[in-house]
C-alpha cells in the first residue's frame, strides 16, 4: 500500500520539469493536500483544471466538472465543509460569477483556494492575452464589507510555493484565500523544481475537539473558530445571515452583525505578520522605486539592473501579497524614494493603494499598459529616467 | 550568456512542441536557466504561430523577446510577420520548401527540414528535423540533452521516428550523430 503522500509523488512526476505557471498552480494545491477542484474550464486558466483532472483521481480525490462558474464556488464550499481542502481556478469571466458565493465563503467562514489566471476584460475580452484588470474586483467584488488574502506570484516556481502558501493560510484562518496570476505566467515554461516534503509548511485547519461544548462560530483566542466536519457528530448550522455564535440567523440584531464582521476582518487584519509578503532590491540606498507586481515585476528587476549601470538609483518593491494592502511597507519606502513608478497590466488599480499609503510623501507615477503585452524593459526604463528630474 | 530564440511557421506544425523540447533540454537537463513563451490565433490550424525561448546561465526577468539572436521560420506568412525582429548578425533559419522570399540583406541558413521529415515517412517531424538542425548550429543546448527532452516529449511509439529526425537535421548542419 502507497502512502497519500507517495501516491502524490508518483502522481507529480519527475522532480525537475518544465512546465507551465498553470501547471505549477496544480502541482501546489496537491502538494498542499487539495483534494477536491471543482471548475469550468476558460483560457487561459484550463490547464489548472486539466491538471487536477489527470491528478485527482489518481491520489483519491475528487475532480468535478461543473455546469458554470456559479455553481464551481457552491461545489467548493460545500466540499470544504466535509473537511477536505478545495481550489478552483478560473479566468475574468468565470471571477465575475464566483463574487456570490465567495462571499458566502467569506462569511460561511470556509477555507478554499481561488485562481484567477487574468485575461483582458471586460466581458470575454482577450482570451488569450495576459491582464491584470481584475485586482480591484479581488478586493471589492463581492458585496459587503470583508478583507480578502490575494497572493500574485512571478514566476512558475513561485506559483507553486505560493499556491501551498494560499492553502495554508485559507486552513489556518479559514477564508478564501486568492492566487491571482495572468495568462503570460500561466502558459509561460520554466524550469520547476517540486519540493520535498520536508521544504514545506502544512497547515491544517484549527479543529473542534469536545461536541459537547461545540458552538460552531464561538471564535478561538485568534479570533478563528475551531471546525467540525460535516458528518462528524457535531451540531453545525451554516448560513449566509448574519449569525450568532451558534451559527443561527440572527438578521435583525445590530450587535450581533457589527460583532460577526468585525470579528472577519479582524481575524485577517491580525494576521498581516503570517500573510504580508514582499521582495525589496537596492532598498538602501534607492531614490527611484518601482513598485509592482505580478509578471511585470520580473521586467523591473531587469529595468532596475539596467537604471543602476546608468548610475540612476533605481530600486524595486515587489509586493506578492496584495490584500490586506501592505500600506506599512510602502509607506516606509515612501519615507526614503523621491518617487515611485508603478506599472501596471490595467488602467491603474494597485496606484490607489499605493497613494493612499504614500500620502503624498513622494512623486507616484502609474504606468498603464493594457491589450495582452507585458511592458517592455525599454519603455520603463525610459519612464525611470524621465522620474529623475521630476520634481519632488 | 543568453540566447534568444524565436520558432515560428503555421500552426500545426509544432512550433511551439518545437520550443517546448529545446526548453526543457536547456532547463531540465543542461541545468540552463530557459524560459518558453509562445502566441497563437484562435485556428487548431494554420494561421501564424509563434513561439519563444529565451536560454540563459542567469535568472531570467523579461519573458519576452524584443530582437531575436536566432530566428527560424517554417512558414511564409510567419517569416514576413515575425521574421524582422531579429538582431543584426542574427542567425536565420528557413525552410527553404515553405519560406520563398526572405530579406536579401540577411543571410539565412537552409534546412529543408519538411523534405527530409517527408524522407523519414513522416512530415509530423518536421519540426524535429528543424530543432536538430538549429541545435548543432547554435549549440545553445548540448545533443545529449536534447535528444533525452525529445524522447520524453513524444509518445513511445514515435520515439524512434523523433530520434532519427533529430539526427538528420544535426546531419544537415554538418554534426556528428549521436551516438547511440
Not at chain 1, 445590530?254 to 479582524?266: C, K
Not at chain 1, 511585470?296 to 537604471?307: K, P, Q
Not at chain 2, 494561421?47 to 521560420?73: F, K, M, N, W
Amino acid at each position: 500500500m502507497s502512502t497519500h503522500r507517495e501516491l502524490i509523488r508518483r502522481a507529480l512526476g519527475p522532480r525537475v520539469q518544465f512546465v507551465q505557471g498553470d501547471d505549477a498552480c496544480a502541482y501546489g494545491a496537491v502538494l498542499a493536500g487539495c483534494t477536491f477542484f471543482a471548475g469550468y474550464p476558460i483560457t487561459p486558466a484550463t490547464e489548472v483544471a486539466e491538471r487536477m483532472a489527470e491528478i485527482l483521481p489518481r491520489i483519491g480525490g475528487c475532480y468535478i466538472q461543473m455546469e458554470d462558474e456559479i455553481a464551481s464556488m457552491g461545489a467548493l464550499v460545500g466540499a470544504s465543509w466535509t473537511g477536505a481542502k478545495v481550489m478552483t481556478s478560473t479566468s475574468g469571466p468565470g471571477f465575475s460569477l464566483m463574487q456570490e458565493n465567495l462571499g458566502y465563503a467569506i462569511m460561511t467562514e470556509t477555507p478554499c483556494v481561488v485562481v484567477n489566471v487574468q485575461r483582458s476584460g471586460p466581458s470575454t475580452g482577450q482570451p488569450t492575452m495576459g491582464a491584470y484588470g481584475d485586482m480591484m474586483q479581488a478586493r471589492w467584488g463581492t458585496h459587503g464589507d470583508h478583507e480578502i488574502i490575494m497572493l500574485c506570484p512571478a514566476s512558475v516556481q513561485e506559483v507553486l510555493e505560493i499556491t501551498i502558501v494560499a492553502f495554508n493560510l485559507a486552513e489556518r484562518l479559514r477564508t478564501p484565500v486568492l492566487v491571482f496570476i495572468d495568462g503570460e505566467l500561466g502558459h509561460m515554461r520554466e524550469r520547476l523544481v517540486i519540493p520535498d516534503d520536508d521544504e514545506f509548511e502544512l497547515v491544517e485547519r484549527p479543529r473542534a475537539t469536545d461536541r459537547a461544548s461545540y458552538r460552531p462560530f464561538a471564535p478561538g483566542p485568534d479570533l478563528v473558530p475551531p471546525f467540525a466536519p460535516f458528518g462528524s457528530g457535531f451540531r453545525t448550522f451554516v448560513t449566509g445571515l448574519t449569525h450568532n455564535e451558534e451559527g443561527l440567523p440572527r438578521a435583525s440584531s445590530a450587535a450581533v452583525h457589527d460583532q460577526l464582521v468585525r470579528r472577519l476582518a479582524a481575524k485577517i487584519t491580525n494576521h498581516l505578520d503570517l500573510i504580508t509578503r514582499y521582495e525589496e532590491f537596492y532598498a538602501d540606498d534607492c531614490e527611484i522605486a518601482i513598485v509592482a507586481y505580478g509578471i511585470t515585476a520580473r521586467t523591473c528587476r531587469d529595468v532596475v539592473e539596467e537604471a543602476r549601470r546608468r548610475g540612476i538609483k533605481a530600486g524595486l518593491l515587489r509586493l506578492i501579497s496584495i490584500w490586506p494592502f501592505p500600506e506599512h511597507i510602502v509607506a516606509r519606502w515612501a519615507e526614503r524614494v523621491r518617487a515611485m513608478l508603478v506599472p501596471e497590466m490595467n488602467l491603474g488599480q494597485i496606484v490607489h493603494p499605493i497613494r493612499e499609503a504614500v500620502a503624498g510623501r513622494c512623486v507616484v507615477k502609474p504606468y498603464a499598459r493594457i491589450g495582452g503585452e507585458l511592458h517592455t524593459p525599454a519603455e520603463l526604463l525610459e519612464a525611470l529616467e524621465a522620474l529623475q528630474w521630476q520634481p519632488a | 550568456m543568453k540566447r534568444e530564440i524565436r520558432i515560428c511557421g503555421f500552426g500545426g506544425q509544432g512550433v511551439i512542441t518545437a520550443a517546448v523540447i529545446l526548453g526543457k533540454a536547456a532547463a531540465v537537463h543542461d541545468g540552463l536557466t530557459a524560459c518558453q513563451v509562445q502566441s497563437y490565433g484562435p485556428e487548431a490550424r494554420g494561421g501564424a504561430a509563434r513561439a519563444e525561448v529565451i536560454i540563459a546561465d542567469q535568472p531570467i526577468g523579461y519573458p519576452g523577446i524584443h530582437l531575436a539572436d536566432v530566428l527560424v521560420a517554417m512558414s511564409q506568412e510567419a517569416y514576413n510577420r515575425y521574421g524582422r525582429a531579429i538582431k543584426p548578425g542574427a542567425m536565420v533559419i528557413i525552410d527553404p520548401d515553405l519560406v520563398f522570399q526572405h530579406d536579401e540583406a540577411r543571410p539565412v541558413t537552409p534546412v529543408r527540414a519538411t523534405k527530409i521529415a517527408e524522407g523519414l515517412g513522416n512530415t509530423v517531424v518536421a519540426n524535429i528535423v528543424m530543432l536538430g538542425a538549429v541545435a548543432a548550429l547554435t549549440r545553445v543546448v548540448s545533443p545529449e540533452a536534447l535528444l533525452a527532452a525529445t524522447l520524453e516529449s513524444v509518445p513511445a511509439r514515435f520515439r524512434e521516428l523523433n530520434r532519427r529526425a533529430l539526427e538528420a537535421g544535426m546531419q544537415v548542419a554538418g554534426v556528428p550523430v549521436l551516438a547511440q
